[in-house]
């Protein structure tokens, strides 16, 4: 099984600010199924880029992903007030899906 | 419109089994994988489950096998997760989500089914 390991666990931001998340796999995962979510308190995950880099429907442009083999980032260009929140990365990879344990942007 | 809608919550003792179902409608069911996807309070996301309406085949995690069983029911477009054994560490909101064609991203969640395990 794959583990994804998400860094920072936390991050402290301001509205305006870049916001960079890590997410570190324990082997090589295949760019086509790694995906980034976004979840608010009480709400369900929603799906933001799949495929590495792909914007999912009506996600703004202020975020972005990349990366490839272990190393995966989620950038946030400019933090808007409304993208406080946790997010996660997502992998299929050796017969198995895996979840990062998230990283929590928050208002510093 | 897309809906899945899920069973209610549950309570139930140390050792025991539960059942949760998961009801689809507005798309074609047999087109979308269905995973399971289950989230203790406050912690983050931990996957259990996919299966293929289509043909019944799943998949679980490593950790779950053994003590969850996936199944579908294409006459009333709904999906189960039975989930064995349970204990404390069991208590979540367990939830389905539909998985996007040709990719692994989950584009249509559940409302999730708490489950509480407490003797």
């Known amino acids: 099984e794959i583990v994804l390991t998400q860094s920072p666990g936390t991050l402290s931001l301001s509205p305006g600010e870049r916001a960079t998340l890590s997410c570190r796999a324990s082997?090589?995962?295949?760019?086509?199924?790694l995906v980034w979510y976004q979840q608010k308190p009480g709400q369900t995950p929603r799906v933001l880029i799949h495929?590495?880099?792909s914007r999912a429907t009506g996600i703004p442009d202020r975020f972005s992903g990349s990366g490839s083999g272990t190393d995966f980032t989620l950038t946030i260009s400019r933090l808007e007030p409304e993208d406080f929140a946790v997010y996660y990365c997502h992998q299929f990879g050796g017969s198995s899906h895996t979840f990062g344990q998230g990283t929590k942007v928050e208002t510093k | 419109q897309v809906q899945l809608v899920q069973s209610g919550a549950e309570v139930k003792k140390p050792g025991t089994s539960v059942k949760a179902s998961c009801k689809a409608s507005?798309?074609?069911?047999?087109?979308?994988?269905i995973h399971w996807v289950r989230q203790a309070p406050g912690q983050g996301l931990e996957w259990v489950g996919i299966i293929s309406p289509v043909n019944g085949v799943t998949l679980y995690a490593p950790k779950f096998q053994g003590r969850v069983t996936v199944t579908s029911d294409t006459s009333t477009n709904s999906v189960y997760m039975e989930l064995g054994s349970l204990t404390s560490d069991d208590t979540a909101f367990y939830y389905c989500a539909r998985e996007f064609p040709g990719s692994i991203y989950l584009d249509s969640w559940g409302q999730g089914t708490l489950v509480a395990v407490s003797s």
């Open positions: 507005g798309y074609t069911f047999t087109t979308y994988n």
């Open positions: 082997q090589t995962v295949n760019s086509h199924n």
């Open positions: 495929a590495t880099s």
